[in-house]
């Protein structure tokens, strides 16, 4: 009975979880106003690529993106790039991404096969160095098209946007496929949707990994004007063929489900950040699992605390069983500052972990207007920061510490409630209920008897019944606690199989 206390008493007095926090800010070392550092960002391993599309390195408006390496807890410029034949307008950097040795940075404002017809541009490594290796646009590239607007690579592939191409109708959409041979890189496939329309904005956001690529069609409308979609490729040989169309399965008009995607394994992410869950625009993302051929949606995730124009979905990035969620409207730091949410997959349910907001973040920031995650880092951008000037931007890189133990005063205050879990005694699954009658968040904690955290969830205002399926876990008595800022209250429970 003495050891039952002591374990109680360590669980009440504290609370493990897993603790993303800032590593660093980033900042271009000759960033001026109006660059919009950070308007992209793209992590991988030991390297990120920040985009500045409106440097103006070649002109006005032509665009940059720098990388930076880490070594050790500090990540330092390595490179400025800039494209060879770069001119005013072109926007390199508008979109990038990095993988291994290779990064491509999307040029959409270029104009070799017409007005704003648009580029993109693979750079290599070479020990620190980093040369262009080939500038791609599409061979049927025409006025408009902006071919770049979206970019992605995996290997020896990279898939390139180009949502106002017209194959399908005005601004229907398309996206290319190219192919890496040594050091040239070929044009292997044009990809279109098999339904596509006029205004559907096919391309508007792409991802790669390895044999399949998700294309992004805010502007479908399966669900009603702007609910939009996404579509699965997969390769087989040299051929991509069409495996699947994504729509949300409660879409509904002006959602723009497409706006941005990510794809991991046999995971895909799709966000719809004009969902109205949560108020107007407050957003959404959804999870695909792959099962064989077929993709079924397996979780939504909302924002704990979302609430009205907070923009979460409009940028996503899955990796492993972590996703990186942007809001960049939210206003815990003033008026469009932004914030991120990091969600880690617990079976079948992905779970929010935690929320991410600059340590210095201001109004008009919009951090979490672009998001990537890789292995236990997250680069988090901001364009509209100002430490070099007006709109000049910047990105922050966190990263995953693991567990970290907090105290908890125990203090109890009047807006969080708890009823307890039934039944109780349970065999297998009982429901925990609770009560949160303000705009504020809590934490729910399942322990067992050693005080090692089972299910750790993350909830906003609002009654809840939280389901706990206790199926791989043994007889005996467990304890769960739930937090609200100096709010804590933990009850037992005991399961009999």
């Known amino acids: 009975m003495k050891r039952l206390t002591l374990i109680l008493l360590l669980i009440i007095s504290f609370c493990l979880y897993a603790d993303w926090t800032e590593q660093q800010k980033i900042l271009a070392s000759d960033g001026t106003e109006d660059d919009y550092f950070g308007y992209s960002v793209s992590i991988n391993g030991d390297y990120a690529v920040i985009g500045a599309f409106y440097d103006g390195e070649n002109g006005d408006g032509s665009g940059s993106a720098y990388i930076f390496q880490r070594n050790g807890t500090n990540w330092t410029e390595q490179a400025k790039l800039t494209a060879s034949d770069g001119a005013a307008y072109d926007e390199f950097g508008r979109s990038v991404c990095i993988d291994g040795d290779y990064v491509v940075i999307g040029a959409y404002g270029d104009d070799d096969n017409g007005f704003m017809s648009g580029s993109a541009y693979i750079f290599w490594r070479n020990g620190s160095n980093w040369s262009e290796q080939a500038k791609l646009t599409a061979s049927d590239g025409d006025d408009w098209d902006r071919f770049g607007y979206s970019v992605s690579i995996s290997g020896d592939y990279a898939v390139i946007g180009a949502y106002r191409d017209d194959d399908n109708g005005d601004e229907s959409g398309s996206a290319y496929i190219f192919q890496r041979n040594g050091g040239s890189w070929t044009e292997q496939a044009k990809l279109t949707a098999s339904d596509g329309d006029a205004g559907d904005w096919f391309g508007r956001s792409v991802f790669i990994d390895e044999d399949y690529a998700l294309i992004g069609v805010e502007e479908d409308e399966d669900n009603g004007e702007e609910s939009g979609s996404a579509y699965i490729f997969h390769r087989n040989d040299s051929s991509w063929t069409e495996q699947a169309k994504l729509t949300a399965s409660d879409g509904a008009a002006d959602d723009h489900f ?240």
């Open 258 to 497: 497409g706006e941005s995607v990510s794809i991991d394994g046999d995971y895909a992410l799709i966000g719809a950040y004009g969902d109205y869950d949560n108020g107007m625009n407050s957003g959404s993302a959804y999870i695909f699992q792959r099962n064989s051929s077929s993709w079924i949606e397996q979780d939504k995730l909302t924002a704990s605390d979302g609430a009205a124009h907070d923009d979460f979905g409009f940028s996503v990035s899955i990796n492993g069983d972590y996703a990186v969620i942007g809001a960049h409207g939210d206003d815990d730091n003033g008026s469009v500052s932004g914030s991120a949410y990091i969600f880690k997959r617990n079976g079948s349910s992905w779970i929010e972990q935690d929320k991410l907001t600059a340590s210095d973040g201001a109004a008009h920031d919009v951090f979490g207007f672009s998001v990537s995650i890789n292995g236990d880092y997250a680069v988090i951008g901001a364009h509209c920061n100002d430490d070099n000037g007006e709109y000049s931007g910047s990105a922050y890189i966190f990263i995953n510490d693991g567990l970290a133990i907090d105290e908890i005063t125990g203090n109890a205050i009047i807006n969080t409630s708890m009823a307890g879990n039934f039944p109780n005694p349970f065999n297998a699954m009982t429901n925990i209920e609770f009560n949160i009658r303000k705009e504020t968040s809590a934490i729910l904690t399942i322990y067992n008897m050693k005080g090692q955290t089972l299910e750790r969830a993350v909830f906003g205002k609002g009654h809840h019944i939280y389901e706990w399926n206790a199926e791989n876990c043994c007889s005996g008595v467990y304890y769960y606690t739930l937090e609200s800022g100096n709010y804590s209250e933990t009850k037992k429970m005991i399961l009999l199989k």
